[in-house]
């Protein structure tokens, strides 16, 4: 798609160059696509040099790049929303899913090779019909999860700045301050960005507001949740479980977690399906030639380079 108007400099593996060789092999270009195992920071856009233009990052989220210092220089800063809505909301259904039903659990046990003993209180879980859930964020994301929470008639209610009228409308969703959604959510979905804001949103002080039987799903960025805290939280059982797909120090998980059989956890993979990936590496692609074009691209994170 690129290289019918650009000569293409790409990296033949999927592992990360060293630090030197991407610094070198980014001098001169104009445009760069990235994603978010990469940090962007100024020194990367002052090894590329004064003509860089665009950086597409091929992830919804953009907390990799300097996005201040991006702006500063005049350079258009992208990201991929849209094309992650449906494999990021499956994923964090499959996590509700994996702790509420205690899937993983289970499979543990059954791994064991020995038998079990079956009682009426035998591996209890967590219903889903008639549940209240609680979207944190309420954006394309949090729209998809809402969508599929219909299904089992779950009361939804979201926790965000902005009024998301098409969620209201058509999925009957009550918008409520974050201390409400803690307070009366039977399920709690993040799906907020990362930034100074929300960075430990969810801490001590909001696992002790939550439900004893409640369920976090975290699949939208590791430091949205203080960690530590919620590892006491579910050794304490403050909480009933959490399902994980994002960790506050990728690539490394906090090891407490290992012990814990009330946690799900994923390795990032919540966009780690052929449709999403290819719906990312085209919108990465076109949000690249719409800023060469003059036009403003759907993925635009730093609106106001537009006008320079």
């Given at each position: 798609?690129?290289?019918?108007?650009?000569i293409v400099k790409s990296?033949?593996?999927?592992?990360?160059?060293?630090?030197?060789?991407?610094?070198?092999?980014?001098?001169?270009?104009?445009?760069?696509?990235?994603?978010?195992?990469?940090?962007?920071?100024?020194?990367?856009?002052?090894?590329?040099?004064?003509?860089?233009?665009?950086?597409?990052?091929?992830?919804?989220?953009?907390?990799?790049?300097?996005?201040?210092?991006?702006?500063?220089?005049?350079?258009?800063?992208?990201?991929?929303?849209?094309?992650?809505?449906?494999?990021?909301?499956?994923?964090?259904?499959?996590?509700?899913?994996?702790?509420?039903?205690?899937?993983?659990?289970?499979?543990?046990?059954?791994?064991?090779?020995?038998?079990?003993?079956?009682?009426?209180?035998?591996?209890?879980?967590?219903?889903?019909?008639?549940?209240?859930?609680?979207?944190?964020?309420?954006g394309r994301i949090g729209?998809?999860?809402?969508?599929?929470?219909?299904?089992?008639?779950?009361?939804?209610?979201?926790?965000?700045?902005?009024?998301?009228?098409?969620?209201?409308?058509?999925?009957?969703?009550?918008?409520?301050?974050?201390?409400?959604?803690?307070?009366?959510?039977?399920?709690?979905?993040?799906?907020?960005?990362?930034?100074?804001?929300?960075?430990?949103?969810?801490?001590?002080?909001?696992?002790?507001?939550?439900?004893?039987?409640?369920?976090?799903?975290?699949?939208?960025?590791?430091?949205?949740?203080?960690?530590?805290?919620?590892?006491?939280?579910?050794?304490?059982?403050?909480?009933?479980?959490?399902?994980?797909?994002?960790?506050?120090?990728?690539?490394?998980?906090?090891?407490?977690?290992?012990?814990?059989?009330?946690?799900?956890?994923?390795?990032?993979?919540?966009?780690?399906?052929?449709?999403?990936?290819?719906?990312?590496?085209?919108?990465?692609?076109?949000?690249?030639?719409?800023?060469?074009?003059?036009?403003?691209?759907?993925?635009?994170?730093?609106?106001?380079?537009?006008?320079?």
């Amino acid at each position: 798609m690129l290289a019918s108007f650009f000569i293409v400099k790409s990296n033949p593996s999927e592992d990360l160059e060293s630090k030197e060789e991407f610094l070198r092999n980014i001098e001169g270009i104009t445009a760069l696509v990235t994603d978010s195992r990469v940090k962007v920071d100024e020194e990367v856009m002052n090894a590329a040099g004064p003509q860089l233009r665009v950086i597409s990052n091929y992830a919804a989220g953009f907390n990799n790049i300097d996005v201040a210092a991006a702006t500063k220089k005049g350079i258009a800063v992208t990201n991929t929303p849209g094309a992650v809505n449906n494999a990021t909301a499956d994923i964090a259904w499959a996590l509700m899913f994996g702790i509420a039903r205690r899937v993983a659990e289970g499979d543990r046990l059954i791994r064991t090779g020995e038998p079990w003993n079956w009682s009426p209180s035998f591996f209890l879980g967590r219903d889903f019909t008639g549940k209240t859930l609680g979207i944190i964020g309420a954006g394309r994301i949090g729209m998809s999860m809402a969508k599929r929470a219909c299904g089992f008639d779950m009361e939804i209610i979201y926790a965000d700045g902005r009024v998301n009228e098409q969620l209201e409308k058509e999925l009957g969703a009550k918008r409520v301050d974050l201390e409400t959604l803690l307070k009366e959510a039977d399920y709690i979905s993040i799906h907020t960005p990362l930034t100074p804001e929300t960075r430990h949103l969810i801490s001590e002080k909001e696992f002790a507001m939550m439900k004893p039987t409640s369920i976090l799903i975290n699949t939208s960025r590791g430091p949205v949740v203080d960690e530590q805290a919620l590892v006491e939280a579910l050794k304490t059982r403050t909480i009933w479980g959490a399902g994980l797909d994002v960790f506050e120090n990728e690539p490394y998980v906090n090891q407490e977690l290992f012990k814990l059989d009330n946690v799900v956890m994923t390795p990032h993979i919540g966009t780690a399906t052929p449709d999403a990936r290819r719906d990312m590496a085209i919108m990465a692609a076109q949000n690249i030639l719409d800023i060469m074009e003059g036009k403003t691209p759907v993925g635009i994170v730093n609106r106001e380079v537009l006008n320079r």
